[in-house]
């Protein structure tokens, strides 16, 4: 069973701290994808990959940025939370079409 | 960029009836149309597609339209059972090659209630 896993289901964290998110991938996928879900906003693309160090930004990247130092690896960075960075952090990855998703790591900041 | 309108925001139907969620589009190089359900608490799984070169798709109670020249796209549950409630995502994906490498654009989502 192909598999995405986020490191962190729930995290908490305070204003201005550096926070790193991490998702991992089974599946020798290519492209590599981070979304941030909010309710009545649907998903939306923070950052994507499409190889090893390389990345491009998505539709929302301010206040975001990303590592991909190995290919089943894709970090995303926070470098000082803020409060409206709140948010369902969602990972996922895909070969041509057809995402698989990780189940999410919820994000506090306080 | 690509953007996507999905309606409506909240669907409440009878156990049995028929829903359907309506998705637009903006971009015309889209070629590749998923549809996503998120179950509470759980990550979106795909639950059908449909690439521009077809119509219509059809999966047991689930069918996907498109319609190109309109540029929207509709997901119709039949049938519907309590297990169906979730929210529901449709999507938007440029050809792959270039430098789109698959991205998706969601819509707003869609939550389904359907009451036994």
């Known amino acids: 069973d192909v598999k995405v896993t986020q490191s962190s289901r729930y995290l908490v964290k305070r204003t201005g701290e550096k926070v790193f998110l991490e998702c991992v991938q089974d599946?020798?996928?290519?492209?590599m994808f981070w979304y941030r879900q909010d309710p009545g906003l649907g998903l939306r693309l923070i950052y994507f990959?499409?190889?090893?160090?390389?990345?491009e930004k998505g539709d929302i990247p301010e206040g975001y940025s990303v590592s991909r130092e190995k290919k089943e690896r894709f970090s995303l960075i926070l470098e000082s939370a803020s409060t409206n960075q709140t948010s369902m952090y969602l990972c996922?990855?895909?070969?041509?079409?057809?995402?698989?998703f990780g189940s999410g790591t919820r994000l506090t900041v306080v | 960029g690509e953007n996507v309108e999905q309606h409506p925001s909240t669907l409440s139907v009878q156990e049995g009836d028929s829903a359907v969620i309506k998705c637009t589009y903006s971009?015309?190089?889209?070629?590749?149309f998923p549809w996503y359900k998120q179950e509470l608490g759980k990550r979106p799984q795909l639950i059908i597609d449909?690439?521009?070169?077809?119509g219509e798709k059809k999966d047991q109670r689930i069918a996907v339209t498109l319609n190109k020249t309109a540029k929207h796209f509709s997901l119709h549950i039949t049938e519907t059972q309590p297990e169906d409630s979730a929210v529901y995502f449709c999507?938007?994906?440029?050809?792959?090659?270039?430098?789109?490498?698959?991205?998706?654009?969601f819509g707003q989502g869609t939550i389904l209630t359907v009451h036994p």
């Open positions: 996922a990855s895909s070969e041509l079409y057809g995402y698989t």
């Open positions: 599946m020798d996928h290519e492209n």
């Open positions: 990959s499409y190889d090893v160090k390389m990345k």
């Open positions: 971009d015309s190089a889209s070629n590749y």
């Open positions: 449909i690439r521009s070169n077809v």
């Open positions: 999507a938007a994906s440029p050809p792959s090659w270039g430098t789109s490498y698959g991205k998706l654009t």
